[in-house]
């Protein structure tokens, strides 16, 4: 008996009158992630088009590989480039265990890879598993099906964690952003918030010793490694030079940083990827870097004797940081950010403009992707109103 006839031998039993009716959600989810949805618009009004929900969420999944084997690589090189560092003979745990099979050589790609992946999908699997189950409680007490949306959420909550995050706060944070930031308001279409995004920044608040400082972006105990961003606020630029950073090493990411952001390179492939596909606006990617641009070269130009901060050049701001995996995969939420051509514009420039603020000029936080992403997303809907009005008063006036 293939899948499709076991589905199908299954699924009176979870229609109306079946007797796992309440729980169609779960099996809709099941068959629609195997095989395409056979359900099809039908009529003359309506507009026939290939990319549905599922296929457009599975776009950015694919958006994000080049971003998730950095991340494996990455890490492990991070890791393995510590471990030598201290003199040791390995990792701790279960992971040196089995660590122990392939060394810890930073020059062998097997070895960052298989480092790298013993940090990401422990926290890639508690993400979906905890996800998951609120997803699929919402949808079965609601009567709705699971949506594809979390595939995303949870790739992308994923990606924008330290590597060496503790999973009991992984499971938290998830929770957090799924419930508090999209079921809460009537699931996917109807969040105003980025749901990823939100649970990251209740971590950031409620647990903040485990989602910043030097100890957190290398995973091994008793090492210490300062991002490039971190260094520069504390030291300017010259601190970042004098710990011998340079642009490409940030630009390909061979660096401390969160799991997935820390090559640009990668995130810029994603970002082509999306453009091609024309699921994330390129007005929105436009909008943040110019955002950017502008007002960093306008801090630059301004200067300050205390602040060091203001001499971080544009380019530097777009590669260190989670900018460019804001820029690309954040802000282009289609769902909390601006709808309407011009507001999309309108809320890219905010976002770079707020991201340069915080970073800059806000002492508290060296980091300023998240926080203004969610500052704009509370503002799109006003965005795209005034948008809208102004072109009704363009209307009227042409046809008065």
Not at 170 to 181: H, K
Not at 250 to 258: D, K, L, N
Not at 318 to 340: I, W
Request: net charge neutral; proline share 4%.
């Amino acid at each position: 008996m293939s899948a499709r006839e076991f589905l199908d031998k299954l699924e009176p039993h979870f229609t109306k009158g079946g007797r796992f009716e309440k729980y169609y959600g779960l099996y809709e989810m099941v068959d629609t992630f195997i095989y395409t949805p056979p359900t099809v618009t039908r009529g003359t009004t309506h507009v026939r088009d290939g990319n549905d929900l599922k296929r457009t969420m599975t776009f950015v999944v694919i958006a994000t590989a080049f971003c998730i084997l950095m991340a494996l690589y990455n890490t492990g090189y991070q890791a393995n480039l510590a471990i030598n560092a201290l003199g040791r003979e390995g990792a701790e745990g279960w992971r040196g265990v089995i660590m122990s099979l392939f060394g810890y050589n930073t020059m062998n790609p097997l070895s960052n890879l298989l480092h790298g992946a013993l940090y990401f999908f422990p926290i890639y699997i508690v993400t979906l598993a905890v996800g998951g189950v609120w997803e699929v409680l919402f949808a079965t007490v609601r009567g709705h099906e699971v949506n594809e949306g979390f595939l995303v959420s949870s790739m992308l909550y994923a990606l924008i964690l330290p590597p060496d995050m503790p999973l009991w706060q992984v499971a938290l944070g998830i929770s957090f952003g799924i419930v508090i930031g999209k079921e809460v308001f009537g699931g996917t279409g109807k969040n105003f918030l980025n749901p990823a995004l939100t649970g990251r920044a209740f971590l950031y608040f409620a647990y903040p010793a485990s989602i910043s400082g030097d100890s957190v972006w290398v995973a091994v105990d008793g090492y210490t490694a300062a991002t490039p961003l971190g260094l520069a606020a504390n030291g300017g630029m010259e601190a970042v030079y004098k710990a011998n950073y340079t642009w490409m090493q940030t630009f390909f990411g061979f660096e401390p940083g969160c799991l997935g952001e820390t090559s640009t390179l990668a995130i810029l492939i994603g970002a082509a990827f999306l453009l091609w596909t024309r699921v994330a606006s390129y007005r929105i990617m436009a909008g943040v870097f110019l955002g950017m641009v502008a007002t960093s070269s306008l801090l630059n130009f301004i200067g300050s004797n205390t602040n060091p901060m203001f001499t971080m050049p544009w380019y530097w701001h777009l590669t260190t940081g989670g900018f460019a995996f804001g820029m690309v995969y954040m802000a282009t939420d289609p769902v909390s950010a601006a709808m309407t051509d011009a507001g999309r514009w309108i809320f890219g420039v905010l976002v770079g403009f707020m991201t340069v603020v915080v970073r800059v000029i806000n002492p508290a936080f060296p980091e300023g992707i998240m926080l203004a992403i969610l500052f704009s997303n509370m503002f799109a809907p006003t965005i795209d109103y005034f948008v809208i009005q102004a072109n009704i008063r363009r209307r009227i006036k042409r046809h008065a």
